[in-house]
């Protein structure tokens, strides 16, 4: 063999002579760095899942009038008269957005905004002869929110853009179909809470996969949204935005706040709670899959240790034929690199194919398929970090050999 | 006199060793050791030969006094110094010949001289197979180290502390391991290096007819020098 360094020579002398251990190393790091990733991509086609069931209902970034509260202390014009103290208490204001269309326009306006859309939210109750259930109609311009929310993709039955233009049509949600035992194209009564009757065709049915929103949950005709709240055709309660990307919602959502005399709120602020959840799951996986990785990376300090220990006169000789501590670091980190880049790699096959077996596990609707998928992110985090333990397990066995005083060896 | 080339030198080199208790190993070594010269080392065991070596081998540099090697002060330099030092200018044979088991003879020759990068590997390879025809196992080169003879071994050992065309070559009791015939082999092949390519070998033995056969010997005893017996003409 022929290799222009000698130090990467003499490792690969050694990784050869010795292959099984060099193949038990590297089947540690395999394992280790399989079931990293495997776990990693598993949290993060949760966290995609459940990210998606939140944007199934709302949008990056909401744009609401906020309860106002009152203020608590009115303080005297004047001294010598009473300061009045009240309890503070929400303002009975409207919800309704002044000027909607300016704003989606003034929305529109930043670069990183991709839709906006005006809605109008109304709590009623769905009546089928003595059966009833609450819930909230929302009136939309059905394209532009299919384009949002993509409630196409998730419809059980009938058609989306029947609403558009209709004034007299509903798409309900699959639940609320379920309990008042109606179908399509079946009539339905809706009274709002501000006392206004209709009755509705149904013409689409949804399923979303939350039970919550399939039984309470219901889409109208714009227009029908504002005449069920008593108002004109210019009430909006909501502006649901949708950006370039999603992580970045809060901040842009501060960016937009300045500009505007309404309250604009990110995604992640509004789902907190589950976000949080699905922090917890990443970390718990995340610590797991990483400790697993440590071990490994044990197996391939044990052996280098093991090898340093066996070839204690090898380095002595080495040393005094003129190899620095550089050299013999040199010797051994190539070592552990060598069996950690073997694992590694192999460990990435691995890991791909686990994922492949149960990316194409099917668990029945809503979830679809196992949520988990191949993200290159993924991979390439879970090979440096290979790269990085071994280094680090191959490094401390080096720096010891580095350290052997040849003199000490010789003298035994 | 004033022509011979002192190699290495020593100024009053002592050094302690403190376990199990205080005691001076080596006391006041002054020395010259010249071009050329087959040097060696007695003394009764115990009296720090092979502790006087090891220093002047530049492995071990806690001591006091000074060191010369070619008129340069190597006491005090760095690790790192120290390593290219041995590197270029130092070959070692050792009793346990110390071949690295899992290469090829000519591999372990090699390797010092891999290490200096002076020549190509093709060139490297080339003095390598030089150096073992001067020993008379050529036929052995590509054998691994471990299945050779103990004579065999320790010519390989030999042939790689001479592979840098080091100045100084040091033994320490390099025939201790060898019966009377491979003995006459080394010394005949420390006379050739010594006399025909001028290299210095400083041997440390406890062969007294080896010995006597040496240019020069120095006695140690107690970590002192007892006597200087022959003169390098
Ligand atoms: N690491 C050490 N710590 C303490 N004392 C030591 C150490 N190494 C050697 N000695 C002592 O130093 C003295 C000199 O040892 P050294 O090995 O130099 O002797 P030597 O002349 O080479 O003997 P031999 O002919 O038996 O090889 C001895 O008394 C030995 O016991
Ligand atoms: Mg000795």
Aim: aromatic share 10%.
């Amino acid at each position: 063999m022929k290799v222009k360094n000698v130090n990467i020579d003499i490792a690969l002398t050694h990784i050869f002579t010795r292959k099984k251990q060099t193949i038990v190393a590297a089947l540690g790091v395999m394992l280790g760095i399989a079931v990293y990733l495997f776990m990693n991509s598993l949290s993060a086609g949760f966290t995609r899942y459940s990210t998606n069931e939140i944007f199934k209902n709302s949008a990056h970034i909401k744009l609401y009038k906020e309860d106002a509260i009152s203020e608590p202390l009115i303080p005297s014009a004047d001294t010598g008269q009473l300061n009045v103290i009240v309890n503070p208490q929400i303002l009975q204001e409207s919800k309704k957005l002044i000027n909607p269309q300016a704003l989606i326009q003034q929305l529109k306006q930043y670069p990183f905004i991709t839709h906006a859309i005006a809605q109008v939210n109304v709590d009623v109750f769905y009546n089928n002869g003595k059966s009833q259930l609450t819930g909230t109609a929302n009136g939309v311009d059905i394209t532009a929110a299919d384009a949002m929310f993509n409630i196409t993709s998730y419809m059980l039955a009938g058609n989306l853009h029947d609403l558009q233009d209709n004034v007299n049509a509903i798409v309900i949600g699959k639940g609320i179909a379920e309990k008042l035992n109606l179908g399509l194209e079946d009539n339905i009564t809706i009274t709002s809470s501000q006392g206004v009757n209709k009755l509705l065709k149904i013409k689409g049915i949804f399923s979303t996969g939350n039970t919550f929103t399939d039984q309470s949950k219901s889409y109208v005709n714009i227009h029908t949204a504002q005449q069920f709240a008593k108002e004109n055709t210019t009430y909006v309660t909501t502006i649901y935005a949708n950006t370039n990307n999603s992580d970045r919602a809060i901040q842009y959502a501060k960016k937009i706040q300045p500009s505007m005399r309404y309250k604009v709120e990110a995604w992640q602020i509004t789902n907190a709670d589950v976000l949080s959840g699905n922090k917890v799951r990443s970390t718990l996986m995340g610590a797991i899959s990483l400790s697993i990785l440590i071990v490994a990376a044990f197996g391939i300090y044990n052996i280098l240790n093991m090898t340093v220990m066996q070839k204690l006169n090898d380095i002595a000789i080495l040393k005094a034929t003129g190899f620095s501590k550089k050299d013999v670091i040199t010797i051994f980190v190539t070592e552990a690199v060598i069996m950690g880049l073997l694992g590694s790699v192999a460990g990435l096959l691995m890991g791909a194919i686990l994922i492949a077996i149960m990316a194409n596990i099917y668990m029945g609707p809503p979830a679809g398929y196992f949520p988990i998928y191949f993200n290159a992110t993924i991979f390439a985090y879970s090979f440096l970090l290979g790269a990085l333990v071994t280094f680090c397990a191959g490094y401390i066995p080096a720096l010891k050999a580095a350290r052997i005083d040849p003199v000490e060896i010789f003298r035994k | 006199m004033s022509e011979k080339k002192a190699i290495l030198r020593t100024e009053g080199i002592g050094k302690y060793f403190y376990t199990p208790v205080k005691f001076k190993v080596l006391d006041g070594i002054s020395f010259e050791a010249y071009k050329g010269e087959f040097l060696t080392l007695v003394g009764k065991s115990g009296s720090g030969k092979s502790t006087l070596l090891y220093c002047l081998s530049t492995m071990d540099s806690d001591y006091e006094g000074k060191l010369y090697i070619n008129e340069e002060q190597v006491t005090g330099k760095k690790a790192d110094e120290l390593a290219a030092l041995r590197n270029n200018s130092i070959g070692f044979i050792f009793q346990f010949h110390y071949l690295l088991p899992e290469f090829s003879c000519l591999k372990n020759i090699m390797l010092p001289a891999l290490k200096k990068q002076a020549y190509s590997y093709e060139e490297i390879e080339t003095r390598a197979y030089e150096k073992l025809k001067l020993l008379g196992i050529e036929d052995q080169a590509l054998k691994p180290a471990s299945k050779l003879s103990g004579g065999q071994q320790q010519r390989v050992s030999i042939a790689r502390a001479l592979i840098n065309d080091p100045d100084i070559i040091m033994c320490d009791e390099p025939t201790g391991n060898l019966d009377s015939k491979n003995t006459q082999i080394v010394f005949d092949t420390f006379k050739k290096i010594t006399s025909e390519l001028g290299q210095t070998i400083i041997a440390v033995t406890h062969d007294l007819d080896f010995a006597k056969a040496s240019d020069r010997t120095i006695e140690l005893a107690d970590g002192k020098i007892l006597t200087h017996n022959k003169t390098f003409q």
